[in-house]
């Protein structure tokens, strides 16, 4: 059974960071992408960003690029978030997940199939 399980989420100022981890086990996590998730309340789930399975490829939505970036180590089986500049609307539960396949360009919830329980992440104005 995969396990994924999400850390580093807090409250923190409009402007600040914050680097979210996600740690892996279960099946051979250097095999696959990875991506990272967001719900915002009462919105639906949207994609935040994928790593490919040897993390020379990443994908950010249009929102996050400049102020996102994603990064894994393997030896730890442990992909992050790191998010700079944080805003307002960059207030949700975050969530990472495991795709079906090594590319990381999966931006749609089907293209993963297992999932942390998510991690909140409240930026203040």
């Known amino acids: 059974q995969v396990q994924l399980v999400e850390s580093g989420g807090g409250l923190v100022q409009a402007g600040g960071s914050l680097r979210l981890s996600c740690i892996a086990s279960?099946?051979?996590?250097?095999?696959?992408?990875m991506g990272w998730f967001r719900q915002a309340l009462g919105k639906e789930r949207e994609f935040v960003g994928g790593?490919?399975?040897?993390?020379?490829?990443?994908y950010l939505a249009d929102s996050v690029k400049g102020r996102f970036t994603i990064s894994r180590d393997d030896a730890k089986k442990t992909v992050y978030l790191q998010m700079n500049s944080l805003k307002p609307e960059d207030t949700a539960i975050y969530y990472c997940?495991?795709?079906?396949?090594?590319w990381g360009r999966g931006s749609r919830q089907y293209d993963y199939d297992y999932w942390g329980q998510g991690t909140q992440v409240t930026v203040s104005s």
């Open positions: 279960g099946r051979t996590f250097s095999n696959y992408a």
């Open positions: 790593i490919s399975w040897s993390g020379d490829k990443t």
């Open positions: 997940a495991s795709e079906k396949t090594r």
